[in-house]
C-alpha cells in the first residue's frame, strides 16, 4: 500500500499496478483454490473444520479430567501422561485406490479411518485416549463430510477417545490418523515378547476381507442360497473392522507378544517371530473362518485365511497354563479366541525366524505365503 502524503510519479503508479495485479493474479489463484476446495458449498477450510470435526470433538465435559488440557484451536494439543502410564502412539494412512476403492462409502470410511488405528491400541492393551486427523480431500462435499464425519466420530465416542487436532488440505483423497492410548508400560502386548512353548491364538475370524476385496475386484464370485448375506458379510468386513479394545486390555499381564492383523496372518505372525526370535508351528485348519467363508472353495479359504490382509483381529501369543484363561476372557468380552499353533525356540541362534504349516491331520504343508506388502502387493 502507498503511504499518504507521498508524491508519486505515473512511472511509480503504473508499477505498483502491475505489481498490485500480479498480486491479484496470485490471490485470486489462492482464491481459486480455496473457492474450488469449498466448491458447491459455502464452506471455508476452517468453517469445515469447525462444522464437521470441532463441534463434535468439544461435544463433551469440560471438566471431565479425561479431557486434554488442550484440544483443536491452538498450534499443538497438550495431553497430560497418566501416572504409572505409558503413551501408546500409533499412525496408519488410508489412500484411496491403495487402501479402499474410489466413490466408498464416506460413513464406513470414517468408521474404518480409525478403526486401524485404533486396532494397533488394541494390540498393545493400550486404552483409546485421543487421536489426530490429517486429511488431503479433493473437494468439499458437504454430504460427504457429514457421512465421513459420522462414521468417525459414532467410533470415537464407543471407545471415548477424543479428537485433539490434525491438518486440512487439498489434495488426492488421503487419510491419516495418529492414536494415543494409555497402557502401564510393564504390561504392554509387545511384538518381542513370545516364548518357547507359547500357544499361537487369534480373535474373531480371519479372511472375510479379503474375501470381500476378492468380490470387489471380480477374483472370485459368491454362489448359492446364502450368496446375498455372504458378500455382505465379506464387504463388512473389509469396510467396518471391530478394533479388538477390550480383548487388548483384557489380555494386559496374561498374553505375551501381540500384534493386529494388518497385512495377513502369515506375514504378520512373522513380525513376531523376528522380533522375539522364535519359531512357529501353525494347523492351517485350525485358523477361524466364517460361515460365509467356508461356502468358497477350499483354495480361496487358504488364501483369504492365511494371507489376506485388513481383519485387523489380534494374534498372540501366552503360556499354555493361561488357557482356560484366556478362553474366560474371550467368553467375556464376547470375542472367539481360537488357539492356532505354538512357538518354539531357534534351531541355532542366527537362523531365520519361520512359520511351519500343517493341516489338522498333522501333515506338513509347504506353503509360501507372503503378507500384503505395499512395494510388491497382491
Ligand atoms: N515412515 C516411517 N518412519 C518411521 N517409522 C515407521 C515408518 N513407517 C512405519 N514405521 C514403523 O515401522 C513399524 C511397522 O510399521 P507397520 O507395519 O505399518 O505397523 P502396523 O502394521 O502396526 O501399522 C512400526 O513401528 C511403525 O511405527
Ligand atoms: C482398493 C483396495 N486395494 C487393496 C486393499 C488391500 N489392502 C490395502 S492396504 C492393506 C494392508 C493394510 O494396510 P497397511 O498400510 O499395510 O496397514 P498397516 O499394516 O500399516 O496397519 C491391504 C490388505 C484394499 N483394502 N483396498
Ligand atoms: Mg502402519
Redesign the pocket.
Known amino acids: 500500500m502507498a503511504k499518504a502524503g507521498i508524491e508519486r510519479s505515473p512511472q511509480t503508479i503504473a508499477a505498483a499496478r502491475h505489481s498490485r495485479s500480479t498480486l491479484c493474479f496470485f490471490n485470486a489463484f489462492c482464491e481459486n483454490l480455496r473457492s474450488s476446495l469449498v466448491s458447491q458449498t459455502s464452506l471455508s477450510e476452517f468453517s469445515l473444520i469447525e462444522r464437521f470435526f470441532e463441534r463434535r470433538a468439544l461435544n463433551r465435559s469440560p471438566n471431565d479430567v479425561d479431557r486434554a488440557v488442550l484440544g483443536i484451536g491452538d498450534d499443538c494439543a497438550l495431553i497430560a501422561p497418566r501416572a504409572g502410564q505409558s503413551l501408546a502412539i500409533s499412525t496408519?494412512?488410508?489412500v484411496e485406490?491403495?487402501?479402499?476403492?474410489p466413490g466408498v462409502d464416506p460413513h464406513a470410511l470414517g468408521h474404518k479411518t480409525l478403526a486401524?488405528n485404533l486396532?494397533?491400541l488394541a494390540a498393545m492393551g493400550a486404552k483409546p485416549r485421543a487421536f489426530t486427523l490429517a486429511f488431503a480431500l479433493p473437494d468439499a462435499r458437504e454430504a460427504w463430510l457429514a457421512a465421513f464425519s459420522d462414521g468417525l466420530f459414532e467410533l470415537a465416542e464407543r471407545f471415548d477417545c477424543e479428537l485433539i487436532g490434525g491438518d486440512t488440505t487439498r489434495g488426492p483423497l488421503n487419510l491419516c490418523v495418529t492414536v494415543f492410548g494409555d497402557v502401564p508400560p510393564d504390561l504392554a502386548l509387545r511384538r518381542d515378547a513370545a516364548r518357547d512353548g507359547d500357544d499361537i491364538w487369534v480373535s474373531g475370524t480371519l479372511g472375510d476381507?479379503?474375501a470381500g476385496?476378492g468380490v470387489?475386484?471380480g477374483e472370485w464370485s459368491v454362489t448359492g442360497d446364502d450368496a446375498a448375506s455372504d458378500t455382505a458379510t465379506f464387504r463388512r468386513a473389509?469396510e467396518r473392522p471391530e478394533p479388538r479394545i477390550a480383548l487388548g486390555i483384557a489380555l494386559r499381564g496374561l498374553a505375551r507378544a501381540a500384534l493386529?492383523i494388518?497385512?495377513?496372518l502369515a506375514g504378520?505372525l512373522l513380525h513376531i517371530l523376528e522380533r522375539s526370535r522364535v519359531n512357529a508351528s501353525v494347523d492351517a485348519d485350525a485358523v477361524p473362518r466364517s460361515a460365509a467363508l467356508s461356502r468358497l472353495s477350499a483354495d480361496v479359504q487358504r488364501r483369504c485365511t492365511l494371507t489376506?490382509?485388513?481383519d485387523y483381529e489380534l494374534c498372540f501369543t501366552a503360556p499354555a497354563a493361561t488357557r482356560e484363561a484366556i478362553e474366560a476372557i474371550g467368553a467375556e468380552v464376547k470375542v472367539p479366541v481360537t488357539r492356532i499353533g505354538t512357538i518354539s525356540t531357534l534351531k541355532a541362534a542366527a537362523d531365520r525366524p519361520a512359520i511351519t504349516w500343517h493341516d489338522s491331520t498333522g501333515a506338513p504343508l509347504s506353503l509360501t505365503l507372503q503378507g500384503?506388502?505395499?512395494f510388491n502387493?497382491d
Do not use: I, P, Q, Y
Not at 97 to 101: K, N
Open positions: 496408519d494412512m488410508l485406490g491403495r487402501h479402499f476403492f486401524v486396532s494397533d476381507a479379503r476385496l470387489a475386484r473389509l493386529d494388518s497385512d495377513g504378520d489376506g490382509g485388513d500384503f506388502d505395499h502387493a
